[in-house]
């Protein structure tokens, strides 16, 4: 009897180890899912900042590309220039067949020795 006395005690008072004066010293579980972030947007914010990368990488290698076509560019510009000054310093060397392989090594400098060569077929003519 006495012990049943102590069941229905302890369930109408509480614990015995937590009572209502304790209640002031009892915290509760922090909630550690507050401040994470949701799964499904943060996948979604790091497959934005991927493409972001990727986005900015091809970007600088066609920047890089350009560049490196833009510098082939002036160089073949610059052999060009080189073999027309050789031809102007010497005469001799200027006939078709020199300007012929003018038109072969730099064919997108046609124009210009198509000019060269009818001038030359006109000096040649008179």
């Known amino acids: 009897m006495k012990r049943i006395l102590l069941f229905i005690s302890f369930l ?7 009572s209502g004066a ?5 915290t509760k579980p922090y909630d550690y899912t507050i401040n ?3 799964p499904s947007s943060s996948a979604f914010h790091g497959l934005q900042q ?3 990368i990727a986005q ?7 920047r890089k590309e350009a560049h490196q076509a833009q510098m082939e560019q002036l160089n073949r510009e610059k052999g060009y220039r080189e073999e027309l000054r050789k031809l102007h ?15 072969i090594l730099y064919p997108e400098f ?3 020795t198509l000019k060269i060569k009818e001038a030359f077929d006109r000096m040649g003519s008179k």
């Not at 304790?22 to 009892?26: I, N, R, S, T, V």
């Not at 900015?56 to 066609?62: M, R």
Request: charged residues 15%.
């Open 36 to 38: 994470t972030p949701n």
């Open 50 to 52: 991927g493409m972001l």
């Open 12 to 18: 109408l008072v509480g614990s015995p180890t937590y």
């Open 56 to 62: 900015q990488a091809q970007s600088a290698k066609q």
């Open 110 to 112: 046609n124009d210009t």
């Open 89 to 103: 310093d010497n005469p001799t060397l200027l006939n078709d067949e020199s300007l012929m392989k003018l038109m």
């Open 22 to 26: 304790d209640a002031a010293y009892y």
